[in-house]
């Protein structure tokens, strides 16, 4: 049972609009701690996507965006790609735990 | 261009020890924080340790059996792992922290840590 919440599966089109949601709880997002997505392709050590709900390191794609609001954040992904198929994770930081937590996990179907 | 390379996995049986080894590179070593990160098969990753200049902190889930460290003029993270219990079997990643976030911007390739009889 993860901290945050992560629906385990989404799909979408090429060229489809998808977002990822991301439940946390009083003591990790609702605390105010920020939101961090990565993205791991089959085989491989995760990539990270988004970092501080909302920043994109250099190199990551314009069509990724996050946002938080509550104790929840998303990801959207815009213009769906075959090569965004992967799995995709939310990570905070919890005040209660002293500890980094992560989502469940969502695997990205483009059909 | 940073690169983090891991050492160190292998099978070991249930209660026995193992380090593990984080050769870093392409970036000022000692000004940054970095951390383990290790992944069970099928499963989603899990934060284990931190480290950054002078603190450690640790999961509970390994307190009191795990030792992260570091040797800045070796540019080299450590794990060291004691009693370890089958649950620890996972790839184990070196990470690099973003500045000022408790993020990961660089991930190595992982290093398998299998526990069994």
């Known amino acids: 049972q993860s901290v945050l919440t992560q629906p385990p599966s989404v799909s979408g089109a090429p060229g489809q609009r998808v977002t990822i949601s991301c439940t946390g709880s009083s003591s990790n997002i609702g605390a105010g701690s920020d939101v961090h997505w990565y993205q791991q392709l089959p085989g491989t050590a995760p990539k990270l996507l988004i970092y501080v709900n909302s920043n994109r390191p250099s190199g990551v794609p314009e069509r990724f965006s996050g946002s938080k609001s509550g104790t929840s954040a998303s990801l959207a992904i815009t213009g769906l790609q075959a090569e965004d198929e992967a799995d995709y994770y939310c990570?905070?930081?919890?005040?209660?735990?002293?500890?980094?937590?992560f989502g469940g996990g969502t695997k990205l179907t483009v059909l | 261009e940073v690169q983090l390379l891991e050492s160190g996995g292998g099978l070991v049986q249930p209660g026995g020890s193992l380090r593990l080894s984080c050769a870093a590179s392409g970036f000022t070593f000692s000004s940054n924080a970095m951390s383990w990160i290790r992944q069970a098969p099928g499963k989603g990753p899990e934060w284990v340790s931190a480290i950054d200049g002078g603190r450690t902190y640790y999961a509970g889930s390994v307190r009191g059996r795990f030792t992260i460290s570091r040797d800045n003029s070796k540019s080299t993270l450590y794990l060291q792992m004691n009693s370890l219990r089958a649950e620890d079997t996972a790839v184990y990643f070196c990470?690099?922290?973003?500045?000022?976030?408790?993020?990961?911007?660089?991930w190595g390739q992982g290093t398998l840590v299998t526990v069994s009889s």
């Open positions: 990570q905070s930081h919890d005040s209660s735990l002293r500890e980094w937590v």
């Open positions: 990470a690099k922290e973003v500045v000022g976030a408790p993020a990961a911007d660089y």
